[in-house]
């Protein structure tokens, strides 16, 4: 979730016009995409291609930024887009912890390893996601949207993605210990009032950041109605207000574990492409002990049809794109070209997130919003961490000609 | 207002990607699989047991 996400304009007084041929493209390719799926995987995969596809257009139509969410409390000492974000992990940890544990075979929570990958994989995150412009989903959703800059933070996040797989097994060798799920300390119902309190107090600690700096805090990520326009062309052209995403997020998180037996991730998909892409360049990735563990081998031996989040992020990437174009601004970002520290910022941000991601089981997605849904200790930690180094991030941003 | 974009470009972007896909599909097996050869594992309903995180990376406990 990125800068260019938030920097919609005010649509309020320009009449709405559709760009046809965008919207066209993406509903040829979600039908063309949809299509094969269907006749060559199983229609639960074609349920989660419409979900990644719903989640794209809540992304973009929402503006929901992590990084700028963050940088803002940073810099501008504003905290509706954090206080949105606890909003969303508060109901995803109200829905999906009890469905984890309600004895349904099959579901599998976010919950991964505490220990120095973890943190170091975390803290990198942190910088990449202020230096490359987005998250994991902030990426792809802008991607999707046309934004060239972003295009190039994919890329080097994928190349940094498959690093960080061959160098995991050296960093798991390194101290840490096995998942800590919350639910075994203190049970269903005490595991969700544990994080409720630690959003909560998170919360206080936002809220008396901006009350400190303003006199008073803004309630944005509260509002229910569309300060524009009407219902109708808020839904299709955007810009969403907070709590609209926050339902669809959460409510897309809990479809795909109940669909697809997991929590949304977004960046082992990038793994795969990558490792595919060197595979066929003549890179034996079956050296790398990554790669020979069963889930990532068999990810990388067959379709990426059959995999999850190679799927729902194709319908990330086709939603956004989508939403842009009922909106009428795709490629708007890229209309001022960025210069050439920019895009270094890219590389590096794109390098660190991928490396990052990794190294910490998986982005804001996939180990902090899922993570904290599935009442991971992890979660927690990763989240600290990436804080940590998204504070760093913030700081190099001037370097690299980013507007803070 | 100008496009900010080339339609061509767009169109060839798509195109290469759905053919990458195609590809990667056709060489899978699941594609051999649904081609009727039998004894092929496909990743379609793969879990990993001894994972824990939902990428497959496993506890560090539980590695050999």
Redesign the interface.
């Known amino acids: 979730m990125t800068d260019s996400a938030v920097l919609q304009p005010d649509l309020q007084q320009s009449p709405w016009q559709v760009d046809r041929f965008i919207v066209s493209t993406a509903l040829v390719g979600f039908a063309l995409l949809g299509g094969l799926i269907w006749l060559e995987t199983a229609p639960f995969m074609v349920a989660l291609f419409a979900i990644g596809t719903v989640l794209g257009m809540a992304l973009y139509h929402g503006a929901f930024g992590f990084t700028a969410g963050w940088r803002n409390l940073v810099v501008k000492k504003r905290g509706a887009g954090m206080r949105a974000q606890l909003l969303l992990f508060a109901v995803s940890s109200l829905v999906m912890v009890p469905m984890l544990h309600s004895g349904q075979e099959g579901l599998v929570g976010a919950v991964a390893p505490v220990g120095t990958s973890l943190m170091v994989g975390s803290f990198l995150f942190g910088i990449g996601m202020q230096l490359g412009g987005g998250c994991g989903s902030g990426t792809l959703f802008t991607v999707g949207a046309g934004n060239i800059r972003m295009v190039v933070t994919l890329v080097f996040f994928i190349a940094g993605a498959v690093l960080g797989s061959i160098h995991l097994p050296w960093w798991l060798d390194q101290p840490g210990f096995d998942p800590v799920p919350l639910v075994n300390s203190f049970g269903i119902t005490g595991a969700i009032l544990v994080q409720f309190v630690g959003l909560g107090l998170i919360a206080w600690w936002v809220n008396r950041i901006e009350r400190k700096a303003h006199g008073s805090i803004e309630r944005d990520e509260l509002l229910w109605k569309s300060q524009g326009h009407g219902l109708l062309r808020t839904l299709f052209s955007g810009r969403w207000p907070f709590t609209w995403a926050i339902l669809i997020l959460a409510a897309g998180n809990a479809l795909t574990l109940a669909i697809g037996g997991a929590p949304w991730s977004i960046t082992f998909a990038f793994n795969v492409w990558g490792a595919k892409a060197l595979e066929v360049v003549g890179v034996n990735m079956a050296q790398f002990e990554f790669w020979t563990w069963d889930y990532p081998a068999m990810a990388l031996k067959d379709s990426v049809l059959t995999n999850i989040p190679s799927v729902m992020n194709f319908g990330l990437l086709l939603g956004a794109m989508l939403a842009a174009g009922l909106a009428n601004r795709f490629n708007e970002a890229s209309r001022n070209r960025p210069e050439g520290r920019q895009f270094l910022a890219a590389v590096v941000g794109g390098l660190l997130l991928g490396y990052g991601a990794r190294l910490g089981f998986g982005c804001n997605i996939g180990a902090l919003f899922s993570g904290i849904a599935s009442a991971s200790l992890h979660a927690w930690i990763w989240f600290a961490c990436a804080f940590a180094g998204s504070l760093i991030g913030i700081r190099l941003r001037p370097w690299f000609r980013l507007p803070n | 207002m100008d ?3 080339s ?1 061509t470009r ?2 060839v972007l ?1 195109g290469v990607i ?1 053919a990458l ?2 590809a ?2 056709l060489s ?4 051999a699989f ?1 081609s009727g050869q039998g004894n092929v ?4 309903m ?3 047991e ?12 539980t ?1 050999d």
């Not at chain 2, 899978?28 to 594609?31: C, D, E, G, N, V």
């Not at chain 2, 594992?41 to 379609?44: F, K, P, V």
């Open positions: 496009k900010a974009y339609r767009i169109v798509l759905l896909i195609m990667d599909h899978s097996p699941t594609f649904n594992e496909t990743a379609l793969q879990r990993d001894t994972a824990c995180a939902p990428c497959g990376a496993p506890c560090p406990s590695r």
